[in-house]
């Protein structure tokens, strides 16, 4: 059975890292980023991208030349005036391809788009939402738009799914591989549907695997130790900001030989002596 991949923020980045040292320039990469999520949606209508600084930005940037190059003219709505060196590339190539550029405080809750992109905050965020960031995390909560999330939903925890606000979106493209945020805690709840953009990066480490969600009972059988994510934090007497549910399962797992289960309503973690799994109901 071949598995697609669940991997850490560290480990992504890494693997990004090693990618752009021995096959591509970080603005190819970019590209090929926002190449997957082109590929992942039937762009209709009009388009707004919504951009913060970082390369998670520029991911959005990069979408805004391919779109412009597609025939479809997006509207730009930035929240900071700061750009990584490849963001400014691909944010003045979209604007000499046409992109508009509105500020977001004529947004209105984008009201009027038919698809906003959220390229707001990448897997690497942790913390809490503020200023401009917030307001347009709550903008677009308020659309009536298709909404995707490139990468992760803003505002998520890339590595726990630990949000105390994010973007609600109706598709989340990951990039290169799953995240493990993008299954525990919050993050289910946040969540429409997801896919993976397959860009070709070999991972520095294969760390974890997913299953079908539909294959969840198979580990739900005799012996196996099942909780909700609620019932694990409290039965081990912690939180999710001061533990890893990944980590204390698969020492569960090789202290007491037997497989555990932790699970929200849409998805779970899995332990079972050998490997550690995850699966959701909203990946397609």
């Not at 009536?144 to 609600?168: E, F, K, M």
Request: a negative charge.
């Amino acid at each position: 059975m071949n598995f697609q991949h669940v991997v850490s923020v560290d480990n992504m980045r890494k693997s990004d890292a090693a990618a752009i040292a021995k096959h591509f320039t970080s603005a190819e990469l970019m590209h090929k980023a926002a190449m997957g999520i082109f590929n992942a949606v039937k762009f209709i209508g009009k388009v707004a991208i919504v951009c913060g600084k970082g390369n998670n930005g520029g991911d959005g940037y990069a979408l805004a030349c391919i779109l412009c190059k597609n025939g479809i003219t997006p509207a730009i709505y930035r929240v900071s005036d700061s750009f990584s060196n490849d963001g400014l590339y691909y944010y003045k190539t979209a604007i000499s391809l046409g992109a508009m550029e509105q500020p977001l405080s004529t947004a209105q809750n984008f009201t009027g788009y038919d698809i906003v992109v959220d390229c707001l905050l990448g897997t690497g965020f942790s913390g809490s939402v503020d200023g401009k960031m917030l307001e347009a995390i709550e903008q677009i909560n308020s659309s009536n738009a298709y909404i995707i999330s490139a990468d992760i939903n803003s505002g998520i925890n890339g590595d726990t799914g630990i949000a105390d606000i994010a973007v609600n979106s109706d598709l989340t493209v990951s990039i290169g591989a799953f995240k493990t945020g993008l299954f525990l805690n919050d993050a289910a709840y946040y969540i429409g549907s997801m896919v993976n953009a397959d860009i070709r990066i070999e991972l520095i480490n294969e760390e974890y695997k997913l299953i079908d969600y539909s294959l969840l009972h198979m580990f739900e059988g005799y012996n196996s130790e099942i909780m909700t994510t609620e019932e694990f934090f409290s039965r081990y007497g912690c939180s999710p900001k001061n533990c890893s549910i990944v980590q204390c399962i698969a020492r569960l797992s090789a202290d007491e030989r037997k497989t555990f289960v932790v699970k929200t309503e849409h998805s779970a973690v899995i332990a079972d002596l050998k490997y550690i799994y995850f699966c959701a109901d909203y990946i397609r």
